[in-house]
């Protein structure tokens, strides 16, 4: 005796997909509500996000603007980018690696001996004489070494970075200045495959190996200076990518293109998604968030556009949050939107898993130390022209401190898995918020920028730690 199978109700109009396997395919609408509802629900297990960040934002900008009423004019506000530039652009490169949950201390030790090459070889014409001859020759078999491990690391962009760095040094043209910054960026990156190859390869942990080497640099940076100091504020490109500002008509391109962009892609995305009949975002989501981004770019601009001088006119975008935005969208769509980038998050979220899946986390590791040393590099030319010059003590002192404490701060985890670039500009923020603030009433010691960095930064990590331990229980 035969028995049939019992009827299966299959709805003759479902996808063959969902025919084949049984199951329904996740086809839910994420519209405004739903999103909010998911927002909720990573604050309640222990997911916060941006928003100790924000809240950290209005806190010290209600309290500066009790201590002096300059706090929120234009001028003031139009400093702000100028001042925490360095910071936001050291602290987005150790995104990539504290995503790992590695930490890189010598990024800016190394990005300040990396400007100072520049320096040195616009100043004086040519980076062969100016630096001493074993240095030279020393830098040159240096980024050769590291373009053969590079290679042998599987770091192909690696490598090609940095070559292109030999040649540029190679063939002298860094006594221009905008092959010398590119060098100097090249050169960053050669150091972040050492760092990487010493970490990933070697073994040394990652605090003692870039400890070492915070300490190394400050000492090579004397070399290149040769006990002296190079004024960078001569070089009008240089000077101007703090204090500059972009025109009138350049900051209302840059805001329109930026904002069309977002709402091109994002709509795109959706419509795609859901032809596809994938989850996506609903029409309503994708056009606030555009609105919401819309109206943030169009007051800002107003109000970065309007005179803000007391002597001279001073109007536009400054050029460092031009430049801070531009790579944050850059680091954001890296790792948001690549293969790359999500096998990073799934190093950082468990390395051995990671391998087992067939990442090659050696590959990982060096490439997050060599966009962090790149990224130290950039800062340490933001900061040279902060300061007016590539100093002997450029990029050491509190720069790192600041930096890692930016990331925190915006949200960026020290254990590794969870962090987005967003974070460094946030955090760049809140940093850059406090010395201007104290700074407008002189009466208040420079000692309170050191005590009021500290107990933010000490929030920020208990709320990252108290975070995690909640999404370990749920």
């Known amino acids: 005796m035969t028995s049939t199978p019992p009827e299966t109700n299959v709805d003759a109009g479902a996808l063959p997909t969902e025919r084949a396997s049984g199951f329904s395919l996740d ?10 509802r998911d927002w909720i ?5 222990g997911d916060p996000g941006a928003l100790p960040s924000v809240l950290g934002l209005i806190v010290l900008a209600l309290i500066f603007s009790q201590v002096s009423d300059r706090f929120f004019s234009f001028l003031n506000l139009g400093n702000l980018p100028g001042q925490g530039a360095y910071i936001a652009v050291i602290a987005l490169g150790l ?3 504290l995503l790992l949950g590695e930490i890189d201390l010598s990024a800016g030790t190394a990005g ?30 240096g980024m050769l070494l590291a373009i053969v491990l590079a290679v042998w690391l599987k770091t192909y962009a690696a490598a090609a970075v940095v070559l292109i760095g ?18 100097a960026i090249c050169i960053g990156a050669a150091i972040g495959v050492f760092n990487g190859w010493l970490v990933a390869k070697v073994g040394i942990p990652s605090f003692v190996a870039t400890l070492a080497l915070f300490l190394a640099w400050q000492g090579v940076l004397q070399f290149a200076l040769s006990g002296q100091p190079v004024n960078t504020s001569k070089f009008e490109l240089w000077y101007k990518l703090t204090y500059g500002d972009l025109s009138v008509a350049q900051s209302w391109i840059f805001t329109i293109v930026i904002v069309a962009a977002y709402i091109a892609y994002t709509l795109f995305r959706s419509v795609r998604a859901k032809a596809a009949g994938l989850a996506h975002e609903g029409l309503d989501l994708v056009l606030a968030r555009g609105a919401a981004l819309a109206v943030a770019g169009v007051v800002l601009t107003y109000l970065a556009c309007r005179d803000r001088g007391s002597f001279a006119v001073i109007q536009g975008i400054p050029i460092p949050a031009a430049i801070a935005i531009v790579l944050m969208i850059g680091c954001t769509i890296a790792l948001s939107k690549t293969t790359w980038g999500r096998h990073l998050y799934a190093t950082g979220g468990n390395a051995e898993a990671a391998r087992r899946a067939g990442i090659d986390v050696v590959h990982m590791k060096v490439n997050a130390f060599t966009i962090c040393s790149a990224f130290g590099a950039m800062g340490g030319i933001m900061l040279a022209s902060s300061q007016s010059s590539a100093s002997l003590d450029l990029g050491s002192g509190n720069v790192l401190l600041f930096s890692v404490a930016a990331a925190v701060i915006g949200g960026t985890s020290l254990f590794g898995g969870r962090g987005r670039p967003r974070d460094a500009i946030l955090g760049a923020l809140v940093i850059a918020i406090i010395p201007n603030g104290l700074l407008l009433r002189p009466s208040l010691g420079a000692q309170w920028q050191s005590v009021i960095t500290g107990v933010v930064l000490l929030v920020a990590a208990a709320v990252d730690a108290i975070s995690r331990r909640r999404a370990a229980r749920g």
């Open 95 to 97: 995104v990539f690696v």
């Open 112 to 141: 300040g001996t990396a400007a100072a090459f520049a320096a040195v070889a616009v100043f004086k014409g040519n980076l062969h004489d100016g630096l001493p001859h074993t240095l030279y020759w020393a830098l040159v078999v």
């Open 166 to 183: 030999v040649v540029l040094v190679l063939t002298n043209l860094t006594q221009h200045l905008v092959p010398a910054l590119i060098a």
């Open 27 to 36: 086809v839910e609408e994420k519209t405004i509500p739903v999103a909010f």
């Open 41 to 45: 629900s990573r604050l309640r297990t």
